[in-house]
C-alpha cells in the first residue's frame, strides 16, 4: 500500500506535479469514488453487525479477512481521492 501511495501522490520520472486531470475527468472520477466510499461503508457496517453473532471458526476467520479486504480498499479509495484532488484544478 505504502508504494502505491508514493507511485500515485509523487511526481515520477517526466511526469511533472503541475500536471492536471481533466475537468471532467476529474469529476467523473470523483463521482465514482464517492459511489465506492458509499458501497464500501455499508460493509463495514455489515461485517460490524456480524462481528456482534460470536461468530466460531471458520466463519470468525472470514470475517477477520473481509474486515482486511475492506481496510485495504478503503486506503485505496482514499489514496485515489487525494490522487485525484491534488492532480485536478481546484473548484
Known amino acids: 500500500m505504502e508504494e502505491l501511495n508514493k507511485k500515485l501522490l509523487s511526481p515520477a520520472?517526466?511526469?511533472s506535479a503541475a500536471e492536471t486531470i481533466p475537468a471532467d475527468l476529474a469529476i467523473e472520477v470523483r463521482k465514482l469514488v464517492h459511489?465506492?466510499?458509499n458501497s464500501?461503508?455499508?460493509?463495514?457496517q455489515t461485517s460490524y453487525?456480524?462481528?456482534?453473532?460470536g461468530l466460531k471458526e471458520p466463519?470468525?476467520?472470514?470475517l477477520?479477512?473481509?474486515?482486511?479486504?475492506?481496510?485495504?480498499?478503503?486506503e485505496i479509495n482514499l489514496t485515489?481521492?487525494?490522487f485525484v484532488r491534488?492532480?485536478?484544478?481546484?473548484d
Do not use: F, P
Open 35 to 37: 459511489e465506492l466510499s
Open 49 to 53: 453487525l456480524m462481528g456482534t453473532l
Open 86 to 90: 491534488s492532480h485536478s484544478q481546484s
Open 64 to 74: 477477520r479477512m473481509m474486515d482486511d479486504g475492506v481496510q485495504k480498499a478503503m
Open 59 to 62: 466463519g470468525s476467520d472470514w
Open 80 to 82: 485515489l481521492r487525494e
Open 13 to 15: 520520472g517526466d511526469q
Open 40 to 44: 464500501l461503508e455499508v460493509i463495514v
